[in-house]
């Protein structure tokens, strides 16, 4: 398997909704991240995971909140979103963080 | 984090070479030139990376200036299916997290 699954694929949800992503692979990698992409715009980085541990978060407002239950799923937990948090937002995995990532197709969110 | 230089554009007709640029003069020693590339609406790609060497594997060759300066990608038969975003990325050393800069849109054309 060589791939990084994302459920669900679209995702429409209310500013008082609570939601998750989740982002799945089983190539055994040990760094997995989180990006949001606007439109015409690059990838920028969430947070990143580390053998299962949060090792770095882009002063990425609270409700944003990241998990990573064991080294092959990792969760973004939404909650309280505002429209302009609207975006595909992107999981990638790692060997580790000194090589080349795969990324997932993304999910993309809309909130109303 | 290494700051890069990409033309915004480029057009490349079918079963060309196409050839993407990307300065990265202030990357430090120990960080890799990484390459990706984003086809619209999907994840983004790995393509390629290096250190020092000229790389090169199925998709793509990676010429790396001696000084280290900057960095040419190399599709050597472009097709439709290359149409892209391409983003040239050091990473590396001591903070290991991929920063996408704007990259060069690759048109190719018929």
């Known amino acids: 398997d060589t791939e990084v699954t994302q459920t669900p694929k679209h995702l429409v949800m209310g500013m008082t909704n609570k939601k998750s992503l989740k982002c799945e692979q089983h190539?055994?990698?040990?760094?997995m991240y989180w990006y949001k992409q606007k439109a015409k715009k690059p990838p920028e980085l969430m947070f990143v995971?580390?053998?299962?541990?949060?090792?770095i978060n882009e002063s990425v407002p609270s409700r944003f909140s990241p998990e990573c239950p064991n080294s092959s799923l990792l969760n973004l937990h939404l909650h309280a979103l505002q429209p302009e948090d609207s975006a595909l937002y992107l999981c990638?995995?790692?060997?580790?963080?000194?090589?080349?990532?795969?990324f997932g197709s993304g999910t993309r969110l809309t909130v109303v | 984090d290494a700051k890069t230089t990409q033309p915004p554009s480029m057009d490349c007709a079918e079963g060309r070479a196409a050839n993407l640029p990307c300065n990265h003069s202030?990357?430090?020693?120990?960080?890799?030139v990484y390459w990706y590339r984003q086809i619209h609406s999907q994840g983004p790609q790995y393509i390629i990376h290096?250190?020092?060497n000229n790389e090169t594997n199925e998709m793509a060759s990676l010429i790396i200036t001696e000084d280290r300066k900057s960095s040419t990608l190399i599709l050597p038969h472009a097709t439709l299916r290359d149409t892209a975003v391409y983003y040239c990325?050091?990473?590396?050393?001591?903070?290991?997290?991929?920063?996408f800069g704007t990259g060069t849109l690759l048109a190719v054309q018929p």
């Open positions: 190539m055994g990698h040990r760094a």
């Open positions: 202030t990357i430090s020693g120990n960080e890799y």
């Open positions: 990325i050091p990473n590396g050393g001591a903070t290991n997290k991929l920063i």
């Open positions: 995971y580390s053998y299962e541990k949060l090792s």
């Open positions: 990638a995995s790692s060997l580790d963080t000194r090589y080349g990532y795969t």
């Open positions: 290096g250190l020092k």
